[in-house]
């Protein structure tokens, strides 16, 4: 007898008639307060357009940046997108190599939200260029100027980087998707059953078919967990990369993965549990997942806590006055307050999740988790900006304030977002159809007691 | 052509069937299952997939393709940076790497694409049950007793609907 | 386009296809287009051979006028000035009115007072001279069409190449044959290069390859880390070719 | 810049017959100016060849476009002292000045004379003759100006204002004067009367000595400030420089004696802060104690009036002890040629004359007189009347005995203090006739505004040195339709009915002064038009004997037995100090963008007018660098952000003169306060000089904070390898035990390419460099650099490619001071370069660090990894108001928004002497290549050339004992080598008192003065 993996109580087991039904019901039914949340997210999508158009016209002065604070709130908020994205492959990739089966019911939402995340985070390199019109110069193609880009650069690398894991993402998240969007076609009739019938490919589930499909969903499985881990090593040496105090260090590459994860698995938890409400899947995602969820929040937590006391060790230890005085201001200079707020969110506040009651709790887990995305936005803007106000020649030294546009282009990155992702709560199942019923199917087997 | 549908409740059926008709010779079965089902590969004796290879190919030629574009593109305009070599190995490996694993992933689509591909309409014996949650059995069988003794077969064996084409 | 370009060219075409998505559709491809076609045309500086020695024709003012407003190629000028009439006809030398030019970094054009140098007699019969004349008695310069105009942001000194023995015709085609003058060379950047890379042939000209071969650098202490992957001598490029490939030799 | 060889007569370098349409001339630069003038890095491949080709017309002879040519001529109105230039003039327009090797300040300028270029395409130059009716300014015809205004000079009474003038144009202003029966008064708001007058007194010589500061081997400064704004900075600066010869063992103690510690004050190694105006006592004490261990004829003439003024009896007095006061006088006593300065414009109370006569004294005893002070002559400065004859005059045209008041560069209604009342007698005067080239303070109160030529559209001369005479010719076409001063003088006299000058224009007016000259001193020999055109095309040239008199005149009877005031008892209210500034000098420089945005030598402030004071004057008032504090006198009060500032006496309040224009231009207007409404104009009784220090005045918080950019973020530099200054004892030391390969090259493998035989490198000398900031100037010139204006600067975008940071590091007492130099160090090993995406930032073979604006994409990656940050990034396209944009040098893109920029080494010169060195079939010579900040160092600081010449003069200096690299241990190999600062002052063992984390924590949020108020 294999032991349950979901622990929904026997008779109330859903059949997988009513697993196709249930997950695809919001598809079919309409939900007034979705339209107006769209608006909204289109508004602020719509403001940010403006913001940058104005930036393109008038010069990257609009934003706050000067001198020796070069990057800002753009490159922050850039840096916070990609460790969004971590969490969706992980879960997909990583936890099912290890056949951790609570994945099966999140899976798709993370993946989704990590492909949402990198059209974020990509268009931020964009909008921080000081002449974006010519970003093709970053692109390898025989131009008459017979120059190529230099991939020596960091730069480069994230662009490489950044541009498989978006591909491999999409790939995994499709493939995942095609027998689900099968079920919507012969659910539905008309011009969407045509949509559906043409994204599922012809799938018709013959055991041929999955065959192909488990074999290649276990490869991008095996190449997409180096890749996730190789991602946010190159973003972190855009930074380690660097000469700049606080910056120019070893442990950022590991520092940046346990941070993405972390802030990944949080943004997961800030998106499944209103979703799981609004949809009504309290029967497919429960506290089970939750409690797993937050037990891995809890644990990067304290990887991220580790990074952050040894970045002062060794710059303590590394005995170099100009990385103490770094260090020392990043603490107790001008952006201290950032820094408490880092410390405080990431390191504190997850500490309640020793505690089953708060991991059990809905409430207690999407406060923390909020805070925790907080936390780790301004873990980036801490070391990109301290680092850059006060570097080696003391007379350079200056502060750096974001300006409305920055803002205003920040806030709209999140209605972007969101705007894709209640597109796709609307348009696709939010919980893989094919693996619900795959397990429940094996429940079933046992219930008949075959 | 002439064959009998038949479409089962559970797994544990369905594999039943499939053992029980290769048993009596018929090797010609198309199964069709809403989930994803080693137990019916193995029952039907599918050996591995050859998606694999496809993803092989695609990370070596990803590879050579990186280690061409950054070496030729950095003799074709030498130009130094920080003292730092025309050829920066190193440096360049990050990009081999992203492109193995990227021609990796593209590659093995197209296989899945190719091994799964199959003109515009679904074929004639799939029914949208086997979306929802019933397995289907299809086996060629000539019409007159060859066919009877199959539809006992698969309703001995709980094929909970059976027909037959003639 | 050296063989390094061909084959580094070669190498992206596996990626091309995934590089459009990225670099903005079409954008990419017709910047690889005009490189075959630049590539295509016998406008390759090095293959042209010098100038013939002229011999008139017996092309007549009229005829020249004739063609110049006949000519397909470039911009109808204010005065339909034929160059070819001027050199081939009249076998005027070109410094004559561009003079100037080998020791300026910028192409002298003839002040009108030049043009009337002539005019004031020569041809005044022809309706264009008279008009030529109306711009001298109002004191108006003529506004010619231009024709060749790098970019702000690059460089361009004439007196360096006309030192390193670059005929004009490399640059400005057979002016001498022309009715109506065109723009020849594309002035592209890796049209520059195609000569700028040519192997340095031996000039009597002093260019850089000269120069280290005469005054040759005194040795350097060689601090590189000795990785048995780094080709050393890729960096040693300095005066190997025909002109300068550094770009700060043309863009500061 | 100097391809076409120095020729004569600029009038024919303008390209198209001028007219005055700006539009038809843009036309004409469009196609002439080609390379630089358009906006930067547009796309790649050939713009659509739409626009027109224009030609000249009539090609001036001799003129190539597209080359530079060079005219050698003087600048009279650029600082104190007259200074002889070369005018790189491109295609009709001049586009940059470089200092002229054959006049006395031998090729080197300031920064006021490199913004010259600036005032000459100022867009608010009156652009034609305008009337005063009442709807305003209406334009005129110069016929009828002229015959309005000879109407006017008719009618009599009449009075010409000009600043001091030498050599023709004096003489010509007094016939003008005689011709038409004219007061012709000649006046400079920043005078040398009571130093004159003191002379007078001491050796009945109305002359300025010379003072030979390169010979001197004990130096004390009584306050002038004398390599900022005082007498000839730029040639003083040189000579104080050449004085300080540390690798050979010789280095002038010099000590600062004052209130405040100015430009020059933070130069000394010992800072003795007296009193405001008591630095006579301090004089007269050290020349007594002096005299007493001299004992000699000189000593014995003085005694009985030197007797009273015991070190202890000035204690009190000057706040200086007694026994500082006899160190001072035992090692003057002890020097072989020791050296005092008087006090300057700062130190200029109502005892000036007094002060001038002590420090006389001083040098009188010691025996400096005669022989580091010299009355060779060799100091020509214009005569002018006083500041009391003005008060005089001001007085008279209140009372309504000027009818006629023609002011002719001179600008009264702002350099005379409000208390004298100038602007109401101005209101007095019925016709005020304006030749100034600006509407400033005085023009806007003219009925007639006679717009004149710049200096360099104008013809002229100057006596700079007895026998030598600088001649200024115009070096381009008139930018607007004006004409030269002297001319509407000559047309209004002829207008006016007189027939004494039977000349044309006023050019054959000085030719013939010339001619006289010529038969004066050679009846024979050369013919006078080749003698005219050598000396044209030289700048000047000798117009007869040297100086005949004797260099050391005896003291005089008077001055020996001369009475000054006792020492008084101690004042404790605060004190005031008014100081000109390198950037504004007397304000003329306030409505050039250049030197608004040049960030003050002391203070690094910019675009603003600040009140100095010490921290424990600002600590109870609660007051902190920015805040508003209102200072006030019995004339008058300003309010300006307070700058607290280490240098300076707690009992003393300094302000900044020449700014707080109420007319002038839109860059000055409105700018900071003008400290002249402080000034009661009380004047020195003997001299008549202004007094602009010793006022009284209460400070009062106002609880405000202001806006005051200070261009540096902390003024310690914690100790980094940046700022580097060794006690002199340690520096000789270094040298004996230096032993210097000159085979040895200072260069690796991958600073340049192997290949290559040049590796562009850079010595910059912190011992003479004294923060003038002529280099910084030099380089907006050269480069394009753009102003971007007060705000931009408060958020630290400003564009200097070059900065003079200023460090102030611990002494045993007091501290010193470092001004460092940065600017791109052209690293070997750059960190710059390999993280740029598409090698914008890249390596040239000849180990310059390239930046290619057209191929950079603007990821800013570049500046952020820049140690040294000295890369700065185009926020925006910043424009130039016409005719601005004439300036811009062609050989330099001008780089637009989005785009990443630095220091080139000058590249555009270096590719212009290897395309020049190729044409001979050589290799660039050593000193062929001069970078536009190397080219202006008054000190000559800055040394440039090829590091792979072992030999070459930049090699040699690099391998110096004093050497040392810019943050050395981060391993970037600049190609920038700074020699250490010397100083005579005990310096602590290892520590930097605020210097370490202490002083980071105190200023830390007081970054770049972003946010000043936090402090």
């Known amino acids: 007898m294999a032991t349950a993996e979901i622990d929904v109580p026997r008779e109330g087991l859903p059949t997988l008639a009513d697993a196709n039904r249930d997950i695809s019901r919001p598809i079919s039914t309409p939900y007034g307060r979705y339209w107006i949340l769209l608006g909204i997210c289109g508004a602020l999508i719509a403001a940010a357009g403006v913001a940058w158009t104005i930036q393109i016209r008038d010069g990257m002065g609009v934003a706050g940046i000067n001198n020796p604070v070069n990057w800002g709130v753009y490159i922050v908020t850039f840096v916070f997108w990609v460790g969004i994205a971590h969490s969706g492959t992980l879960i997909s990739a990583v936890l099912y190599l290890v056949r951790s089966g609570w994945r099966t019911t999140i899976n798709r939402t993370a993946e989704a939200m990590t492909i949402f995340a990198v059209m974020t985070a990509g268009l931020f390199p964009l909008i921080h260029l000081g002449r974006v019109w010519y970003f093709y110069y970053l692109v390898p193609y025989p131009s008459t100027r017979l120059l190529w880009p230099n991939f020596r650069s960091p730069l480069v690398w994230d662009m490489f980087a950044i541009g498989t894991y978006f591909t491999i993402s999409l790939v995994f998240w499709y493939l995942g998707l095609i027998p689900d969007l099968a079920v919507l076609r012969d659910r539905f009739t008309g011009i969407k059953k045509r949509l559906y019938g043409a994204f599922s490919l012809g799938w018709q589930g013959t055991v041929r078919d999955w065959s192909h499909y488990r074999r290649l969903y276990l490869y991008l499985a095996g190449i997409a967990t180096p890749l996730v881990l190789s991602v946010h090593s190159v973003v972190s040496w855009d930074f380690a990369m660097g000469i700049v105090p606080g910056w120019h260090s070893t442990i950022f590459a590991p520092y940046f993965v346990a941070g993405a994860i972390f802030s990944g698995i949080a943004m997961v938890i800030t998106i499944t549990i209103p979703l799981r409400w609004a949809f009504g899947l309290e029967k497919y995602v429960t506290t089970y997942h939750f409690d797993n969820m937050a037990k891995l929040l809890l644990l990067t937590s304290l990887i991220v806590g580790y990074a952050y006391g040894m970045e002062y060790f060794l710059a303590w230890f590394s005995a170099d006055p100009i990385e103490q005085e770094s260090f020392r201001w990043r603490a107790t200079g001008f952006y201290a307050g950032p820094f408490w707020i880092m410390v405080f969110c990431n390191v504190v506040v997850p500490m309640s999740l020793w505690f089953k009651r708060t991991r059990n709790s809905l409430k207690a887990l999407f406060v923390i988790s909020v805070l925790v995305n907080i936390g780790m936005w301004y873990e980036r803007f801490v070391i990109i900006v301290t680092s850059l106000a006060h570097e080696y020649d003391p007379s350079a030294w200056q502060v750096y304030t974001p300006s409305l546009t920055e803002l205003t282009i920040m806030v709209g990155s999140f209605a972007w977002f969101f705007f894709w992702f209640l597109l796709f709560a609307k348009t696709l199942p939010t919980i893989s159809i094919a693996e619900v019923k795959e397990h429940l199917a094996h429940e079933h087997e046992h219930g008949n007691g075959h | ?166 | 386009m050296t063989l390094r370009h061909k084959l580094a060219a070669g190498a992206s075409i596996g990626l091309v296809g995934a590089l459009l998505v990225v670099a903005g559709l079409g954008r990419g491809t017709g910047e690889a287009a005009g490189q075959e076609s630049g590539e295509a045309t016998p406008q390759s500086p090095l293959e042209l051979e010098k100038v013939k020695p002229r011999t008139p024709t017996g092309q007549t003012a009229e005829e020249a006028i004739a063609a110049h407003a006949t000519a397909t190629e470039g911009p109808a000028q204010p005065i339909p000035f034929s160059h070819r009439f001027h050199t081939q006809e009249l076998l005027m030398q070109c410094e004559y009115c561009h003079g100037g030019t080998e020791s300026s970094a910028i192409a002298v054009v003839p002040s009108l007072e030049l043009c009337m140098g002539c005019h004031r007699i020569v041809g005044a019969q022809h309706e264009a001279i008279q008009r030529l004349r109306g711009y001298w008695d109002q004191g108006q310069p003529v506004p010619w069409e231009r024709i060749y105009k790098t970019p702000e942001f690059v460089q361009f000194p004439h007196r360096a190449h006309i030192r390193s023995q670059v005929e004009c015709e490399e640059c400005h085609g057979k002016v001498e044959e022309m009715d109506r003058v065109y723009q020849f060379a594309s002035l592209k950047m890796g049209w520059c290069l195609e000569c700028h890379w040519a192997a340095g042939e031996d000039t009597d000209v002093a260019t850089d390859r000269l120069l280290v071969e005469r005054y040759p650098p005194p040795e350097t202490p060689d601090e590189r880390q000795p990785i048995g992957l780094y080709p050393r001598r890729l960096d040693q490029q300095y005066a190997a070719n025909r002109g300068p490939i550094d770009c700060f030799a043309c863009h500061y | 810049m100097n391809d076409g060889g120095v020729r004569h007569d600029g009038s024919g370098a303008a390209g198209p017959e001028p007219t005055g349409d700006g539009a038809t001339r843009r036309e004409f630069l469009k196609v002439l100016g080609v390379a630089g003038a358009g906006a930067a890095a547009t796309a790649c491949g050939p713009p659509d060849a739409g626009d027109k080709l224009i030609s000249y017309l009539i090609p001036p002879e001799d003129i190539i476009p597209g080359t530079n040519v060079t005219y050698a001529t003087v600048l009279t109105g650029a600082g104190p002292e007259p200074l002889g230039v070369h005018a790189t003039v491109r295609d009709g327009r001049v586009i940059k000045l470089e200092g002229n090797p054959d006049s006395p300040n031998v090729g080197r300028l300031s920064a006021l004379a490199h913004s010259a270029l600036q005032d000459l395409y100022d867009p608010d130059r009156v652009p034609g003759p305008r009337r005063r009716t009442e709807a305003g300014l209406v334009e005129a015809s110069w016929d009828e100006a002229i015959a309005a205004t000879a109407a006017a000079v008719a009618a009599g009474r009449t009075v010409l204002l000009t600043p001091p003038v030498v050599g023709s144009a004096a003489r010509f202003y007094q016939e003008w004067a005689e011709a038409v029966g004219a007061r012709w008064v000649a006046w400079e708001p920043l005078g040398l009367e009571a130093q004159r007058t003191a002379q007078r007194i001491a050796f009945d010589r109305d002359e300025i000595p010379t003072y030979a500061l390169e010979r001197a081997d004990r130096v004390v400064c009584f306050g002038a400030d004398f390599l900022g704004t005082w007498l000839g900075p730029v040639e003083l600066a040189g000579r104080f420089v050449s004085g300080r010869f540390v690798d050979h063992g010789v280095q002038a103690k010099y000590t600062f004696v004052g209130p405040r510690l100015s430009l020059s004050g933070l130069k000394a190694d010992e800072w003795l802060p007296a009193r405001t105006g008591s630095e006579t006592l301090v004089a007269l004490a050290t020349a007594r104690e002096v005299a007493r261990r001299k004992a000699d004829g000189r000593a014995a003439r003085v005694e009985a009036t030197l007797a009273p003024f015991t070190p202890e009896a000035v204690e009190e007095a000057s706040g200086i002890t007694a026994e500082r006061i006899r160190d001072l006088a035992r090692e003057i006593a002890g020097a072989r040629s020791p050296l005092a300065l008087p006090p300057g414009i700062a130190g200029q109370g109502v005892g000036a004359t007094d002060a001038h006569l002590a420090v006389a004294l001083l040098n009188y005893v010691s025996g400096a007189h005669g022989d580091t002070v010299r009355f060779d002559g060799a100091t020509i400065r214009g005569r002018h009347v006083p500041y009391a004859a003005m008060a005089g005059l001001v007085r008279r045209m209140g009372a309504g005995e000027v009818e006629t008041l023609i002011v002719a560069g001179s600008n009264p209604a702002y350099s005379m203090p409000a208390s004298s009342g100038f602007a109401e007698a101005l209101a007095a005067v019925p016709n005020v006739i304006s030749l100034n080239p600006h509407l400033d303070e005085t023009a806007t109160a003219a009925g007639w505004v006679l717009p004149s030529h710049h200096e360099l559209e104008a013809w002229g001369d100057a006596l700079v040195r007895p026998g030598y005479m600088a001649i200024a010719q115009p070096v381009m076409q008139p930018v607007f339709d004006t004409r030269q001063r002297e001319d509407v003088l000559l047309q209004m006299a002829a207008a006016a009915g007189s027939d004494a000058f039977d000349v044309e224009d006023y050019r054959s007016y000085f030719e013939s002064v010339w001619r006289e000259l010529h038969g004066r001193m050679y009846g024979a020999g050369p013919s006078f038009e080749e003698w005219w055109h050598e000396n044209l095309s030289r700048g000047g040239g000798a117009v007869g004997p040297g100086f005949p008199s004797d260099p050391a005149p005896s003291l005089t009877a008077a001055a020996a037995n001369y009475r000054f005031a006792a020492p008084g008892g101690e004042g404790d209210d605060l004190t005031l100090v008014t100081y000109p500034t390198v950037q504004f000098y007397d304000g003329r420089g306030a409505n050039r963008p250049w030197m608004q945005e040049f960030p003050d030598a002391v203070t690094k402030a910019v675009w603003n007018a600040w009140v100095e004071i010490h921290p424990d004057t600002a600590e109870p008032l609660g007051v902190e660098t920015g805040d508003l504090v209102e200072v006030r006198t019995e004339a008058g009060s300003v309010t300006a952000p307070a700058y607290v500032y280490r240098g300076i006496r707690v009992d003393t309040v300094a302000v900044p003169l020449g700014q707080g224009h109420t007319a002038y231009g839109r860059t000055a207007e409105g700018r900071g306060v003008n400290a002249l409404h402080l000034l009661d104009g009380s004047a020195d009784e003997r001299s008549g000089a202004l007094a602009f220090s010793g006022a009284a005045v209460t400070l009062t918080a106002t609880g405000r904070s202001g806006k005051l950019v200070v261009m540096q973020g902390h003024d310690y530099d914690e100790d980094r390898e940046i700022s580097e200054i060794i006690h002199f004892d340690d520096a000789m030391a270094a040298v004996r035990e230096h032993h210097v390969d000159l085979t040895a090259l200072v260069e690796a493998a991958y600073d340049s390419d192997p290949q290559s035989p040049y590796r562009w490198g850079m010595t910059i000398d912190l011992n003479a460099c004294t923060g003038c900031g002529a280099c910084v100037t030099a380089c907006y010139a050269e480069n394009n650099l753009p102003v971007v204006g007060e705000d931009l600067c408060d958020q630290g975008r400003e564009m200097s490619w070059m900065q003079i940071m200023r460090y102030f590091e611990e002494a045993e007492e007091g501290f010193q001071t470092v001004h460092f130099p940065t600017l791109c160090q052209q690293c070997g090993d750059a960190p710059c370069e390999p993280v740029c995406p598409v090698y914008a930032a890249y390596h040239t073979a000849e180990g310059l660090n390239g930046q290619i604006y057209n191929r950079c994409v603007g990821t800013r990656y570049c500046a952020n990894n820049c140690p040294y940050k000295v890369r700065r990034f185009n926020w925006f396209t910043y424009e130039r108001p016409y005719p601005l944009n004439l300036q811009l040098n062609p050989d330099v893109t001008v780089r637009s928004k989005g785009v990443m920029e630095k220091c080139t080494f000058c590249v555009q010169r270096i590719n212009r002497a290897k395309l020049d060195a190729k044409a001979e079939g050589r290799l660039v010579a050593d000193g062929e290549i001069q970078t536009a900040c190397m080219q202006s160092c008054p000190t000559q600081a800055i040394v440039f050339g090829n590091l792979k010449d072992p030999a070459s003069r930049v090699s040699r200096i690099a391998k110096g004992s004093r050497g040392y690299r810019m943050l050395d241990e981060l391993n970037t190999r600049p190609a920038v080598t700074y020699l250490k600062s010397v100083t005579h002052a005990a310096l602590p063992a290892g520590g930097h008192g605020p210097g370490d984390a202490h002083g980071a924590t105190e200023s830390e949020p007081a970054e770049h003065g972003a946010a000043a108020e936090h402090e």
Request: hydrophobic content about 50%.
């Open chain 2, 1 to 166: 052509m002439s064959g009998i549908l038949a479409q089962f409740e559970t797994l544990g059926a369905t594999r039943q069937a499939i053992e029980r008709l290769r048993a009596e010779g018929h090797s010609e079965l198309d199964v069709f299952s809403p989930i994803p089902a080693p137990e019916l590969e193995e029952a039907l004796g599918i050996v591995a997939s050859p998606v694999g290879r496809w993803a092989l190919i695609g990370g070596a030629t990803g590879f050579l393709t990186a280690v061409a574009l950054t070496g030729l593109t950095a003799l074709a305009y030498p130009l130094v940076t920080q003292g730092k070599p025309i050829l920066s190995w190193p440096a360049y490996f990050i990009i081999m790497f992203e492109m193995t694993i990227l021609f990796t992933g593209l590659f093995g689509f197209l296989g899945v694409l190719h091994h799964t591909r199959r003109p515009g309409r679904l074929s004639a014996h799939y029914r949208p049950t086997f979306s929802v949650d019933r397995f289907g059995v299809f086996v060629r069988a000539a019409a007159g007793s060859d066919q009877r003794d199959v539809e006992a077969l698969l309703r001995s064996t709980g094929a909970v609907e059976v027909e037959v084409s003639a």
